[in-house]
């Protein structure tokens, strides 16, 4: 059975305590459940809104993009608060390409004429916006330089399926300018599309459909995008590899060898600028040719046309291609009998502009976890396991800060980390839970142990209320929640994605208005209105977060389980079997319908539309091999679960188990981009933040490459054989029971 300490600090605490939850915590004896509770308590008591009001307030009182003077004073006043708090603390440097902008220009140059403004203006409502000679105009980073004037196609959202739509009618953007809406996917990949297309430069806007006045109001008066608000942002390749485009797989110290901005795949090939839907109604005003398709349409008060033209389009623009300092904050505070097993929170702390949402929301949730463990500290307690913070900075430009940091420490990393725990913006609202899901059962009885700030019932039933009554399938009326897959946009993906480090990612909101992202109201003023006025739920957030934290540092064995992830990888498996099954009827379908001449006919005359080509036939694949590795998986899964849920607590067990989340990952990486190494999750090619779950059978089949889907089988299903050893490892050192442990 499960060792039945407790710490001498916490016994009188529970002679007087409350009743805790008659739920045995995962990981925990009974009695060590019980201390656990107590602990967890007294942190709470530690919490206090006005902790987090008073440090936003801080933080983002002037602009604080990468490598400003601002950046720099954050990284030192949020040090110093760890060292207050007891933590060992360093501010540790990496040297990264930040590009900003020297030059902007946009103009419509025929039929009319147009200059764009390219600016958010100064508002009374809010003096944060005032204070207009610290910002970055908007842009985005890592487009390339370039001085163009071409004919203006608008291409919807800019994603593959948009170029079939315009094949289709003819219409090739080869040596044009397109001009692609925010949505759909990352937009970074809208400029991707459009170069592998033969576009000469991308401009991206936000419609009001999506996050302006067709939402609600816009700001100041609510909280949506005005007509003026602009959304920055990265447009590297993040697909390929997050972090300095410069230094793959290498953290990036002032003296590491650097490739040129030319000669990095991550760097945009074409010129890219975000503007207002104020400057685009004129640009999209003046586009002749089709309608655009109904789904296509925004909710500007124009006739959306496709062309290309008569709208003719000059931009320049120019960077300073500089190499900036990026200041990570690192501090921990070491176990009292694993000092080598590390527990990770972490929350990026630079914004594009002010960055109050995003992310100092989730910052100061941390700060206050730190705080309240800070105090208990005080007190006399010492956590199990080595708890460490990384405030990142360069998370925006496309995870800089932490990629590099875990590049500069991979082998320590890969040696000593059990689990990392993300937040980034969060808000008021609805509980958000995504990550490896040999954690699911464990934070879902952490949200079962938190209130809602604003109905009293736990976070976890305020979600699945919402959840239910929007219709949900998967989310089941009694038991756990399934939490999402991860696929990139925050501060995990080196953690998860290219280490193979079990991690999850959590935050609330769903009833905070958006409009503010990425733009220069995404303020303090903004977030006291709309976001969380009164950061109830940014306690909230520091009540689930330090929970985890502090479970998984003194869990007796680490509360990971293993049937809940196979359930879902069966789900995944039977999913992509489906997808080929459907694309194989669809395509015989479509090619009856081709060779029959029914789209022919079925197009009006007038419309220019052609008819769709024949497609090449589905071949019959084989899931024979990752079935079996399946049927593997879950009797070893099943065994894992039963012998570790009856186990003593040893560092043997504990060490197979954290070695887990590694057995999914590969050297060779994915198809095409072998950072990413781990085989069950991963950001899409042509989604950049959504999740492609087994991606590298997943994308063949959806990008029709059957002899690479043959071929990714074989390395999934010898992945899947991995995972099944390592949980026979698992379930033996658990029918082990302790033993004579050795320095790790």
Same mark, same amino acid.
């Given at each position: 059975? +499960?060792?039945?300490?407790?710490?001498?600090?916490?016994?009188?605490?529970?002679?007087?305590?409350?009743?805790?939850?008659? @739920?045995?915590?995962?990981?925990?004896? #009974?009695?060590?459940?019980?201390?656990?509770?107590?602990?967890?308590?007294?942190?709470?008591?530690?919490?206090?809104?006005?902790?987090?009001?008073?440090?936003?307030?801080?933080?983002?009182?002037?602009?604080?993009?990468?490598?400003?003077?601002?950046?720099? =004073?954050?990284?030192?006043?949020?040090?110093?608060?760890?060292?207050?708090?007891?933590?060992?603390?360093?501010?540790?440097?990496?040297?990264?390409?930040?590009?900003?902008?020297?030059?902007?220009? +946009?103009? +419509?140059?025929?039929?009319?004429?147009?200059?764009?403004?390219?600016?958010?203006?100064?508002?009374?409502?809010?003096?944060?916006?005032?204070?207009?000679?610290?910002?970055?105009?908007?842009?985005?980073?890592?487009?390339?330089?370039?001085?163009?004037?071409?004919?203006?196609?608008?291409?919807?959202?800019?994603?593959?399926?948009?170029?079939?739509?315009?094949?289709?009618?003819?219409?090739?953007?080869?040596?044009?300018?397109?001009?692609?809406?925010?949505?759909?996917?990352?937009?970074?990949?809208?400029?991707?599309?459009?170069?592998?297309?033969?576009?000469?430069?991308?401009?991206?806007?936000?419609?009001?459909?999506?996050?302006?006045?067709?939402?609600?109001?816009?700001?100041?008066?609510?909280?949506?995008?005005?007509?003026?608000?602009?959304?920055?942002?990265?447009?590297?390749?993040?697909?390929?590899?997050?972090?300095?485009?410069?230094?793959?797989?290498?953290?990036?110290?002032?003296?590491?060898?650097?490739?040129?901005?030319?000669?990095?795949?991550?760097?945009?090939?074409?010129?890219?600028?975000?503007?207002?839907?104020?400057?685009?109604?004129?640009?999209?005003?003046?586009?002749?040719?089709?309608?655009?398709?109904?789904?296509?349409?925004?909710?500007?008060?124009?006739?959306?046309?496709?062309?290309?033209?008569?709208?003719?389009?000059?931009?320049?623009?120019?960077?300073?291609?500089?190499?900036?300092?990026?200041?990570?904050?690192?501090?921990?505070? #070491?176990?009292?009998? *694993?000092?080598?097993?590390?527990?990770?929170?972490?929350?990026?702390?630079?914004?594009?502009?002010?960055?109050?949402?995003?992310?100092?929301?989730?910052?100061?949730?941390?700060?206050?976890?730190?705080?309240?463990?800070?105090?208990?500290?005080?007190?006399?307690?010492?956590?199990?396991?080595?708890?460490?913070?990384?405030?990142?900075?360069?998370?925006?430009?496309?995870?800089?800060?932490?990629?590099?940091?875990?590049?500069?420490?991979?082998?320590?990393?890969?040696?000593?980390?059990?689990?990392?725990?993300?937040?980034?913006?969060?808000?008021?609202?609805?509980?958000?839970?995504?990550?490896?899901?040999?954690?699911?059962?464990?934070?879902?009885?952490?949200?079962?142990?938190?209130?809602?700030?604003?109905?009293?019932?736990?976070?976890?039933?305020?979600?699945?209320?919402?959840?239910?009554?929007?219709?949900?399938?998967?989310?089941?009326?009694?038991?756990?929640?399934?939490?999402?897959?991860?696929?990139?946009?925050?501060?995990?993906?080196?953690?998860?994605?290219?280490?193979?480090?079990?991690?999850?990612?959590?935050?609330?909101?769903?009833?905070?208005?958006?409009?503010?992202?990425?733009?220069?109201?995404?303020?303090?003023? !903004?977030?006291?209105?709309?976001?969380?006025?009164?950061?109830?739920?940014?306690?909230?957030?520091?009540?689930?977060?330090?929970?985890?934290?502090?479970?998984?540092?003194?869990? @007796?064995?680490?509360?990971?389980?293993?049937?809940? *992830?196979?359930?879902?990888?069966?789900?995944?498996?039977?999913?992509? =079997? =489906?997808?080929?099954?459907?694309?194989?009827? =669809?395509?015989?379908? !479509?090619?009856?319908?081709? @060779?029959?001449?029914?789209?022919?006919?079925?197009?009006?005359?007038?419309?220019?539309?052609?008819?769709?080509?024949?497609?090449?036939?589905?071949? !019959?694949?084989?899931?024979?091999?990752?079935?079996?590795?399946?049927?593997?998986?879950?009797?070893?899964?099943?065994?894992?679960?039963?012998?570790?849920?009856?186990?003593?607590?040893?560092?043997?067990?504990?060490?197979?188990?954290?070695?887990?989340?590694?057995?999914?990952?590969?050297?060779?990486? +994915?198809?095409?981009?072998?950072?990413?190494?781990?085989?069950?999750?991963?950001?899409?090619?042509?989604?950049?933040?959504?999740?492609?779950?087994?991606?590298?059978?997943?994308?063949?089949?959806? #990008?029709?490459?059957?002899?690479?889907?043959?071929?990714?089988?074989?390395?999934?299903?010898?992945?899947?054989?991995?995972?099944?050893?390592?949980?026979?490892?698992?379930?033996?050192?658990?029918?082990?029971?302790?033993?004579?442990?050795?320095?790790?």
């Amino acid at each position: 059975m +499960l060792r039945r300490t407790i710490p001498a600090f916490l016994v009188i605490g529970l002679l007087a305590a409350t009743p805790f939850s008659e @739920e045995v915590l995962i990981g925990f004896s #009974e009695a060590g459940s019980d201390a656990q509770h107590a602990l967890e308590d007294t942190y709470d008591s530690h919490l206090n809104a006005k902790d987090l009001d008073n440090w936003m307030k801080f933080l983002t009182n002037m602009p604080q993009p990468v490598g400003s003077p601002k950046a720099k =004073e954050n990284a030192e006043f949020v040090a110093s608060l760890f060292e207050s708090w007891g933590f060992e603390t360093e501010i540790e440097v990496f040297h990264v390409l930040f590009p900003t902008p020297v030059e902007r220009q +946009l103009e +419509l140059i025929a039929p009319t004429k147009y200059t764009a403004v390219l600016s958010e203006p100064a508002l009374d409502e809010d003096k944060s916006s005032q204070k207009k000679g610290a910002m970055l105009p908007p842009y985005n980073a890592y487009s390339a330089d370039g001085d163009v004037t071409g004919e203006l196609i608008f291409v919807n959202q800019g994603i593959p399926r948009d170029y079939e739509e315009l094949e289709r009618r003819g219409i090739s953007v080869e040596g044009k300018i397109v001009i692609a809406k925010y949505g759909g996917s990352w937009r970074g990949i809208k400029p991707k599309v459009a170069f592998e297309h033969g576009a000469i430069a991308c401009i991206l806007y936000s419609d009001p459909r999506d996050d302006g006045y067709f939402q609600g109001d816009v700001y100041p008066k609510g909280a949506y995008k005005m007509e003026r608000g602009v959304q920055r942002g990265s447009v590297a390749d993040m697909p390929q590899y997050p972090g300095d485009p410069l230094t793959p797989f290498v953290g990036a110290k002032e003296d590491t060898e650097r490739m040129t901005p030319e000669e990095s795949p991550t760097v945009m090939k074409i010129p890219v600028l975000p503007i207002s839907y104020e400057d685009a109604q004129p640009l999209l005003e003046a586009l002749e040719g089709p309608v655009a398709p109904a789904s296509w349409r925004g909710a500007l008060p124009i006739t959306y046309h496709i062309g290309p033209g008569p709208a003719q389009v000059h931009l320049k623009l120019k960077f300073s291609w500089d190499i900036v300092p990026a200041y990570n904050v690192i501090a921990r505070m #070491e176990g009292s009998e *694993f000092p080598d097993e590390w527990i990770m929170r972490g929350n990026h702390r630079d914004g594009w502009v002010f960055g109050a949402a995003d992310p100092t929301s989730g910052q100061v949730a941390m700060l206050a976890e730190a705080q309240a463990i800070g105090e208990l500290a005080k007190a006399g307690f010492r956590p199990k396991r080595t708890i460490m913070y990384g405030s990142w900075d360069a998370e925006e430009p496309g995870l800089l800060g932490s990629t590099e940091w875990v590049e500069y420490h991979r082998d320590e990393i890969d040696q000593k980390m059990i689990a990392y725990l993300n937040t980034d913006g969060s808000g008021r609202g609805f509980l958000g839970m995504g990550g490896s899901h040999t954690m699911q059962d464990f934070i879902n009885q952490v949200a079962r142990d938190v209130s809602d700030p604003q109905t009293g019932v736990t976070v976890l039933e305020r979600r699945r209320a919402r959840d239910l009554a929007n219709g949900s399938t998967t989310t089941p009326e009694k038991g756990d929640i399934p939490i999402n897959p991860l696929g990139s946009g925050s501060d995990y993906s080196p953690y998860l994605q290219h280490m193979g480090i079990a991690s999850l990612n959590i935050g609330f909101g769903g009833e905070n208005g958006g409009g503010s992202y990425h733009t220069a109201y995404d303020t303090y003023e !903004h977030y006291k209105r709309f976001g969380d006025p009164d950061f109830s739920y940014g306690v909230t957030l520091a009540k689930m977060m330090g929970r985890s934290t502090l479970r998984l540092a003194n869990a @007796e064995v680490l509360p990971f389980r293993f049937e809940t *992830f196979v359930g879902h990888v069966e789900t995944y498996v039977k999913e992509i =079997e =489906e997808l080929v099954e459907t694309t194989r009827a =669809e395509t015989l379908k !479509h090619n009856r319908l081709v @060779e029959s001449g029914a789209y022919a006919l079925a197009i009006d005359p007038k419309d220019g539309l052609q008819p769709p080509k024949a497609k090449s036939p589905v071949p !019959h694949i084989s899931f024979a091999s990752v079935n079996n590795a399946v049927v593997a998986l879950r009797a070893a899964a099943k065994a894992a679960d039963s012998a570790v849920a009856t186990a003593e607590a040893s560092d043997h067990l504990n060490v197979a188990i954290a070695q887990l989340e590694r057995a999914m990952t590969s050297d060779e990486g +994915l198809p095409r981009r072998p950072w990413f190494r781990h085989q069950v999750y991963a950001p899409g090619f042509y989604t950049g933040y959504g999740v492609k779950t087994l991606p590298g059978i997943r994308e063949a089949a959806e #990008e029709l490459k059957w002899d690479e889907m043959n071929e990714q089988m074989i390395r999934v299903a010898a992945m899947m054989n991995a995972v099944t050893d390592a949980m026979n490892t698992i379930k033996n050192a658990a029918s082990m029971g302790p033993v004579e442990e050795t320095a790790r």
